[in-house]
């Protein structure tokens, strides 16, 4: 069969994947906990569900305007004055298939081939393979001193003539850290000053720990025009626990997101309509449902962070938010698509190998499950790699006999 050289280039999605593979190993009645999700467990809020089955009961399900129902950009709209204190209009506003068909329409709109867009690793696993589909070459940026926050100075020097953007994820998935507001201020004055996008990938600014509030990258903007090139990105998936309903939505430039539509009533003529309208009453609806997942999230995070921390030689940085950890394993296996093998083979725990995030020797693990998984996921993990601890594990009734290390 002869493939296209853009098909043959893309690598498939390595957490869908294991989501496939865990589902898989379930069904044949394995004790699988699944560590590599990122979805919370919670259920969407309940007046996403009412909305959506109102319309559904109607049966009058049509084609909307590509860019978004009117109601949806006027939850938007509301949205965005709230919680970013920034006015905008229908006009600013591109509603899609999730925040992944957001980030995509602005990576096909302003990107010609060899054009560069640059991010920090760790990153998210889609965004290399985004800038390839859409023509373009991804710059990784790895902070130098070990840490998981870049450095202006680091970003600001691969910047060269080809770099059309800059994509910033915080609280970041993987390693949870939120970006410090002194960065995001200077960077989005970078790109201005620079003329480059900025996309501000902010799904999960909402799910941030101690108290803490994401930086507002509007605040920094300086260029208060039409032609401001910031690109916010937001979603409904993880905020209010609807991956499945596949809404997300840009904010930015008229004239850019009037390109983002067109392209998108190309693609898929727009989001589903009951997804819409779904999403339309999580933003107007009672909004505790974001509170309650966060400190369930919190809650989870300290208790992996703590057990992670009885591990010898595995250096741990406590997420500021997000629902995913990345810790580093290196002192026991180098290679993280090696020991994710392991950890799956051996003990049914299903991890995500950092390597797909552009960081060797580290291990995503999501904390979005219950706390009882979380806890017996790392018991086994712990039993796995600690040359020290007894020779039999129990899960359930399966008796496992190390015959290893
Ligand atoms: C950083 C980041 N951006 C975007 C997305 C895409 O979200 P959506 O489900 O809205 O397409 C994800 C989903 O995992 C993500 O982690």
Known sequence: MSLSQLARSIKESPTLKLNETAAILREKGEPVIHLGGGEPKSKAPIDAVVNCATQLNTGDIKYAPADGLPALKKAVIR?????????????????????????????????????????????????????????????????????FHPTIKEIAEMIGSYTKAVIINSPNNPCGVMYSRDFIAELVQLCEKKSIYLIMDDLYNRLVFDGKTAP??????????????????????????????????????????????????????????PSQWAAVGALNGVQSSIESLKLTLENNRNVMVERLQSFDGVKVTKPDGTFYCFPDFSAYMKESQKLAQFLLEKVRVVTVPGKEFGMEGHLRLSFCGTIKDTMDALERMKWALDPNSPNELYLAERRLVRDWL
């Open 79 to 147: 949205y965005t004055e709230e919680h970013y204190n920034k006015l905008v209009g229908p006009d600013n506003i591109v509603c899609s298939s999730g925040a992944k068909q957001s980030i995509m329409n602005a990576l096909y709109a302003i990107l010609d081939p060899k054009d560069e867009v640059i991010f920090p690793a760790p990153y998210w696993v889609s965004y290399p393979e985004m800038v390839k589909l859409a023509g373009g070459v991804p710059i990784i940026v790895t902070p130098e001193d070990g840490t």
């Open 216 to 273: 507002n990258c509007f605040e920094f903007v300086t260029d208060q025009t039409d032609r401001s090139k910031l690109i916010l990105v937001q979603g409904v998936s993880k905020m209010y626990a609807m991956t499945g309903f596949r809404i997300g939505w840009a904010v930015t430039n008229p004239e850019l997101a009037e390109a983002m539509g067109n392209i998108q009533s190309h693609q898929t003529s727009g989001p589903a309509t």
